[in-house]
């Protein structure tokens, strides 16, 4: 279905719409917390100086000036917790209290800062 590019956009907007609740019930089921993080350059900010570091889809390696060598999805997991940490670094996700974001805040995690 996703093939016909009439409908491949609505397609697609309707599973992540579906999944994110999916991810939002189960979190607020177990106590967890669900924060939607924008993902705009995850991989290529480095996770351990923040330096863009551009790179084509193709490669699957991190290397930063700094030193940093992580596997693209690595960083990129890195990049996303801590933005949903607010930047804490360090920071233990356990420690983190238990509260999902949902309604209104999780509508507007699309919209720029």
Not at 37 to 43: D, F, I, R
Not at 102 to 109: H, K
Request: with cysteine; charged share 20%; proline share 4%.
């Amino acid at each position: 279905m996703v093939r016909n590019h009439r409908f491949a956009k609505s397609i697609n907007d309707v599973a992540w719409s579906q999944f994110r609740q999916w991810i939002e019930y189960f979190a607020q089921k177990h106590s967890r917390q669900a924060i939607a993080v924008k993902p705009h350059n995850t991989s290529q900010l480095c996770s351990n100086c923040g330096a863009k570091v551009k790179k084509e889809l193709k490669v699957r390696i991190h290397k930063c000036s700094c030193g940093c060598v992580l596997q693209r999805d690595v960083n990129a997991a890195i990049n996303i917790l801590e933005r949903a940490r607010g930047g804490q670094p360090q920071s233990n996700a356990q420690e983190v209290a238990a509260s999902t974001l949902l309604g209104e805040a999780a509508r507007s995690w699309g919209s720029p800062p």
